[in-house]
């Protein structure tokens, strides 16, 4: 409780102390080695609490039997507000189930301190099912992410990931193909899928795409143990509050960064360390799937920001419609407020 009081003061203090750009080596000196580790998240209701970043000596996968602690929720055209809950090798709940192992299926990760209500999925599923007839599969894993200490968590998410693996790997016996396969993931949720791809036996997903993928937990990381380029056939991310919340450094085939990929997002409070801007990027991507409402993108040829680059326009769109056709860097700009698309294409 006196983390709690002592970080609520800061919040408050910080108002009148810092700048626009809210980022760790600025915070930092404000907290002392009792209180610097907590920072606010929003959680599966988008409200604001406090969690610990602390690393503590149980940051490392904890040995948890997943069996039953990750749930799978399925949405078609026909059940489009009403799951239906799939089974990692229960075939009767998938052929009693609207699942069509001929359409193309897109799986949606949460984050941190979510679950399947949450935006993170609830709004790309619903805009997906608005001009689609596919599968959307809500992976569900709140009984783990749900815990005050994130560290712990962010070490849980290969064996999450090589669940999730498994449950494609059951899907694929059943019909379903690699190139219908569209893994989404916000924050640890990129990671999640990244180690769902890794675990796969043969082949590759169609595409795999990380939204503000979890920096925290990951900085040190390497290439084969975090969200990386060569997880899928196309890979995207979008960057939101790169270097805070999310990487900043380009981790996927094409890198959208949005108003420059790092906190604060226009319209977000700076004072909530970045938990606005860290959820932007599945609001951009949710919104980007509406076909009147495109987010165009600039090639660059380094991080917009860092120092002055020639941007150009070559036709590259942020979020669902991005293909392979463009990769590398590229730099986006947003509305303040929905809608965030500064092009609404009638």
Same mark, same amino acid.
């Given at each position: 409780m006196q983390y709690l009081i002592i970080a609520g003061i800061l919040i408050a203090s910080?108002?009148?102390v810092l700048?626009?750009?809210?980022?760790w080596s600025k915070i930092a000196p404000y907290f002392t080695n009792d209180n610097k580790d907590f920072v606010l998240f929003n959680n599966s209701y988008g409200e604001p609490v406090f969690v610990s970043l602390r690393v503590v000596e149980q940051s490392k996968p904890i040995n948890l039997s997943l069996e039953g602690l990750i749930k799978y929720y399925l949405y078609t055209s026909k059940n489009s507000q009403k799951f239906q809950e799939l089974w990692k090798n229960d075939k009767?709940?998938?052929?009693?189930?609207?699942?069509?192992?001929?359409?193309?299926?897109?799986?949606?990760?949460?984050?941190?301190?979510?679950?399947?209500?949450?935006?993170?999925?609830?709004?790309?599923?619903?805009?997906?099912?608005?001009?689609?007839?596919?599968?959307?599969?809500?992976?569900?894993?709140?009984?783990?992410?749900?815990?005050?200490?994130?560290?712990?968590?962010?070490a849980e998410v290969p064996g999450v990931g090589a669940h999730v693996s498994e449950f494609v790997s059951?899907?694929?016996?059943?019909?379903?193909?690699?190139?219908?396969?569209?893994?989404?993931?916000?924050s640890l949720g990129a990671h999640v899928a990244s180690f769902?791809?890794?675990?796969? =036996? *043969?082949?590759?997903?169609? %595409? !795999?795409?990380?939204? #503000? $993928?979890?920096?925290?937990?990951?900085? =040190? *990381?390497?290439?084969?143990? %975090? !969200?990386?380029?060569? #997880? $899928?056939?196309?890979v995207d991310c979008v960057h939101t509050c790169g270097g805070v919340l999310g990487f900043l450094e380009p981790l996927c085939q094409v890198d959208f960064y949005a108003n420059g990929g790092t906190n604060v997002q226009p319209g977000c409070p700076w004072a909530d360390f970045g938990s606005c801007s860290h959820g932007r990027a599945h609001e951009y991507f949710a919104e980007s799937i509406l076909k009147d409402h495109k987010f165009p993108s600039l090639s660059c040829p380094s991080l917009p920001g860092t120092t002055h680059v020639n941007c150009t326009a070559d036709g590259a769109l942020m979020g669902y419609p991005a293909t392979n056709r463009y990769l590398g860097i590229h730099y986006t700009q947003t509305n303040s407020s929905y809608p965030y698309a500064l092009v609404k294409m009638a």
């Open positions: 910080l108002a009148s700048g626009e750009q809210v980022t009767p709940s998938l052929t009693t189930s609207n699942f069509d192992a001929s359409k193309k299926t897109i799986f949606v990760i949460h984050g941190y301190m979510n679950n399947i209500y949450s935006d993170s999925i609830q709004s790309i599923k619903n805009n997906v099912l608005k001009q689609e007839d596919i599968n959307v599969i809500g992976v569900d894993w709140s009984l783990i992410s749900d815990h005050l200490f994130y560290h712990i968590i962010a059951f899907l694929m016996s059943n019909g379903l193909k690699y190139k219908d396969i569209h893994m989404i993931g916000h769902a791809a890794k675990n796969l =036996k *043969t082949g590759k997903f169609a %595409r !795999l795409t990380g939204l #503000d $993928a979890a920096l925290p937990g990951f900085e =040190k *990381t390497t290439h084969d143990q %975090r !969200l990386n380029p060569d #997880d $899928a056939e196309f």
